[in-house]
């Protein structure tokens, strides 16, 4: 069906991929060809498990049905008509679905069209509310280390992985970096004295500049990109009581954690937290198109609405906000997660897998297993006792996801931290099978590594 070799050779000629290094890909290059459920099929015919929702996205498999026939419906009447001073059908009914099952407070939608612009908008919202409200010194933001926000430069200001990011300092506007609790390298390795010390350091930040500072941004419960790493619990309610107190706006990024990733619609939901600000993206439309939102409450929108000459507007906006055919298939993934109860069958999936994603940490060289709903992280170390990791040069957790490749499933490390996110609509069986593959793939490249 396809000249595989041809296609290859083009890919290699023509592309320049994101977050890849071109020389891995032209000694691995990989062409999909198709999709069907939570498989994933290459050019030459290959099948893959998709074990990470093709980058966190896929909630109700490839070739969804309802999906597939919400875009032709819409297409039926058109794809594609500006947001700039005028709205859309889709974008309207989507707008009041999502403020229905965001958290309490968040009452409008500001679309875009990837978790970075969501955030990009959100720090510009944050920024320019101070502003309109004469605040005018509030204007730089606090982060956490590790933090991951998307690659605008912008969302790369108030990220913080210094592999990703550190190149781009000189182009980078000022934000206070404050620890993340990162239990497993605390060097207490208690969760308590780590939550604890975690928090100390934002009051203390918060405490001697918080009148400088617009707000503060989080990856609710987990951070993704920097390694899946979970937040002991009664973090996130703290983090929110301290915003609060010092005047702070908090900004929940769910563009990763949400639409059901967690166990819950929202992450912030595991503590009741009500953000002033939150981004979502990814799962939005159950994969299938790029559609993003910023979140904000009442408050926020009023210290923008004023007669135009005040200059008070958002000047904001990008090209396709609020596509058609993007907002149409949102609604119609939101429509099957009510249907198929899907939140809930999360919960009682992360519930399945948790032992058998514990069984792995049995293995030689895995330091830690991290989960929460069907997101869960395997940190691979050169030593399970003194948790020294393995060196840098060895690409541990590369060589690891090429081998889960060969074995039959797609995933992407995040340096030695293996990534798991299944498709939520995965069944039992399926997830089982893939966590087997995980297995494999660390035994048989990790054999003869000394501890
Ligand atoms: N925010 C978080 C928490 C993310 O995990 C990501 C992407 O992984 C982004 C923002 C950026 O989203 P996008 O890749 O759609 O720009």
Redesign the pocket.
Known sequence: MFDHQALIEKSKQYLWLPFTQMKDYDQHPLIIASGEGVCLTDTQGKSYYDGFSS??LNVHGHRKAELDEAIRKQLELIAHSTLLGMTNVPATLLAEKLVEITPPGLTRVFYSD??????EIALKMAFQYWQNIGQKEKQTFITMKNG?????IG?VSVGAIDLFHQIYQPLLFKSFKVPYPYVYRHPSRDREQCKQDCLQALHHVLQEHHQQVAALIV?PMIQ??GGMITMPPGFLSEVARLCREFDVLLIC?????GFGRTGRMFACEHEAVRPDIM?V??GITGGYL?I?ATLTTETIYEAFYADYTELKTFFHGHSYTGNQLGCAVALANLELFERENLVEQVAEKAAFIAPLLQELASLDHVGEVRQIGLMAGVELVQDKETRQPFAWENRMGYRVSLKMRELGMLTRPMGDVLVFMPPLCSTREELQEMISIMRQAIEQVTQGEQA
């Open positions: 980058v966190w990837s978790g970075a612009e969501a955030v991951y926000h998307g690659d605008t969302a990856e993704g990109a990024d769910e563009v990763a954690t981004t993206a990814k790029p993003a």
